[in-house]
């Protein structure tokens, strides 16, 4: 991998100069979505903005340091270099502020022609912040020279996103080390983090490194690994999420809905990653009759010490609804520590497993139907039908349309069915301090949909076929 390294020197020739440079085509035999003049984007960026008027390359990794902030206009198009793994890292102290609108989103992207792109042809979105995480100086995964995130100030702000796309983004960059669509770690309350869709992934969707950032409108299609990938002790909130799964692409480490820890390792530790999620869809890969990977596992997957509560969400189409994976899961939610409530869950083929410990798959069913959620799975369980009962729309599911185009501009709306009432916010959750003002309790449907669709207008479903 060719490295960005840069010298004290170096760096004030950027300052003085600015951080970019004009070339007609990238290099090394890379060619641009279109033969538009690309601003190349390399080492480290001073303080500036980019245009809506031009088109950006990132080349390597490319660093917004402490005391950087860089801004992009509404509209703007970045593309990642495949050759040189392109990845934008805003570092402890930098700030991205990358606000579009619902009529003109930023829009991060392949480098590649149209039809030649696929996952993991750059390096993706990686935002590090100052907020607490439960690891000492922990470096965030996939970038070297390493950068270390996290801190003491869970207000902390690492600048604004909203309306941004991420595409065919997370990459394997060293062995054992990879980067997903976009990587947060440490990133503190006091960064927005709204309307965004990152399609295509070459590992997770959106993961978070501890920190207390709050979102809302998150979107994960076509991703490869996790859709929504939470450890390291992430204290934020969550509402109005969307994930839609493609059937034959999946990770060999196991592809999940949620997959949600408390650190790697299973140590007892004083802050666990007690997020709480409220109105998610999470679309998995199965429908009546078709095929899918066998590396697809968990629509929930909790494990190792996790405290994270989840509600008034629907979670279809994977083999297995929830799993629990350690003795230090289940007490959790049994005690009162954390909860999971006011959720369908239905699956393939089974309604719980138990993974490692003393705990038994009925102990897990146990706790969801004592907390008001609906759990179904089985080969006597007609999954389309009760899709549609719920008042989803089969045909946005990835498994109707293997063999055909997925639509750029799908509508996911639900007016009727089970979804379209029946949501609750009067768990205790709702009520802590840190979390009351983020949740809309107003909204009466559960998953992410009422009858009106918040993706319509900012998300494309069909990247592939985008000239940008």
């Known amino acids: 991998?060719?490295?960005?390294?840069?010298?004290?020197?170096?760096?004030?020739?950027?300052?003085?100069?600015?951080?970019?440079?004009?070339?007609?085509?990238?290099?090394?035999?890379?060619?641009?979505?279109?033969?538009?003049?690309?601003?190349?984007?390399?080492?480290?960026?001073?303080?500036?903005?980019?245009?809506?008027?031009?088109?950006?390359?990132?080349?390597?990794?490319?660093?917004?340091?402490?005391?950087?902030?860089?801004?992009?206009?509404?509209?703007?198009?970045?593309?990642?270099?495949?050759?040189?793994?392109?990845?934008?890292?805003?570092?402890?102290?930098?700030?991205?502020?990358?606000?579009?609108?619902?009529?003109?989103?930023?829009?991060?992207?392949?480098?590649?022609?149209?039809?030649?792109?696929?996952?993991?042809?750059?390096?993706?979105?990686?935002?590090?912040?100052?907020?607490?995480?439960?690891?000492?100086?922990?470096?965030?995964?996939?970038?070297?020279?390493?950068?270390?995130?996290?801190?003491?100030?869970?207000?902390?702000?690492?600048?604004?996103?909203?309306?941004?796309?991420?595409?065919?983004?997370?990459?394997?960059?060293?062995?054992?080390?990879?980067?997903?669509?976009?990587?947060?770690?440490?990133?503190?309350?006091?960064?927005?983090?709204?309307?965004?869709?990152?399609?295509?992934?070459?590992?997770?969707?959106?993961?978070?490194?501890?920190?207390?950032?709050?979102?809302?409108?998150?979107?994960?299609?076509?991703?490869?690994?996790?859709?929504?990938?939470?450890?390291?002790g992430f204290s934020g909130n969550l509402q109005f999420g969307l994930s839609v799964r493609y059937p034959s692409y999946a990770d060999q480490s196991d592809s999940n809905g949620f997959e949600w820890d408390t650190n790697g390792t299973n140590e007892a530790t004083d802050r666990p990653t007690t997020a709480t999620v409220s109105n998610f869809t999470i679309l998995g890969p199965s429908l009546d009759g078709n095929s899918y990977s066998g590396n697809y596992k968990y629509g929930m997957d909790l494990r190792r010490r996790v405290a994270a509560n989840l509600f008034n969400s629907v979670v279809v189409g994977f083999p297995t609804a929830v799993r629990m994976n350690q003795n230090t899961v289940l007490p959790n939610y049994q005690n009162g520590d954390a909860q999971v409530a006011n959720n369908i869950f239905y699956a393939k083929t089974n309604k719980t497993v138990s993974g490692n410990g003393d705990f038994t798959a009925d102990d897990i069913l146990n706790y969801l139907t004592a907390n008001e959620n609906i759990v179904e799975a089985g080969s006597d369980f007609q999954v389309t039908a009760a899709y549609t009962a719920l008042g989803l729309n089969t045909s946005q599911f990835f498994g109707k349309t293997i063999n055909t185009k997925y639509p750029a501009h799908p509508n996911f709306a639900v007016t009727g069915g089970t979804l379209a009432s029946g949501a609750k916010f009067t768990y205790a959750a709702f009520s802590q301090a840190n979390r009351s003002a983020h949740f809309d309790k107003t909204v009466a449907f559960r998953g992410a949909f009422g009858s009106q669709d918040w993706t319509q207008g900012w998300t494309n479903f069909d990247p592939i076929n985008v000239k940008y």
């Open 1 to 232: 991998m060719k490295k960005q390294l840069i010298s004290v020197a170096a760096l004030a020739t950027i300052l003085l100069a600015a951080s970019c440079k004009k070339k007609d085509q990238p290099g090394g035999g890379d060619k641009p979505a279109d033969s538009t003049e690309i601003v190349q984007l390399s080492g480290e960026l001073s303080s500036q903005t980019l245009s809506k008027d031009k088109k950006y390359m990132l080349v390597g990794q490319v660093f917004v340091r402490d005391g950087q902030t860089l801004t992009i206009e509404p509209g703007t198009v970045i593309l990642g270099e495949k050759k040189s793994k392109g990845t934008l890292v805003i570092d402890r102290g930098g700030k991205l502020m990358a606000n579009g609108t619902a009529s003109e989103p930023i829009v991060f992207t392949s480098n590649q022609e149209v039809g030649d792109r696929d996952r993991g042809d750059w390096g993706g979105l990686v935002i590090l912040g100052k907020a607490k995480v439960n690891i000492p100086n922990p470096s965030i995964e996939g970038i070297e020279p390493a950068v270390v995130y996290g801190g003491n100030d869970d207000g902390d702000n690492s600048g604004s996103l909203q309306y941004v796309r991420v595409e065919f983004a997370g990459i394997e960059l060293t062995p054992n080390n990879e980067t997903n669509g976009i990587t947060l770690g440490g990133v503190g309350s006091g960064t927005k983090f709204e309307n965004i869709q990152v399609s295509y992934g070459g590992d997770d969707g959106i993961e978070w490194f501890g920190g207390a950032v709050n979102g809302k409108y998150l979107v994960v299609f076509g991703t490869w690994d996790d859709c929504f990938d939470i450890d390291n």
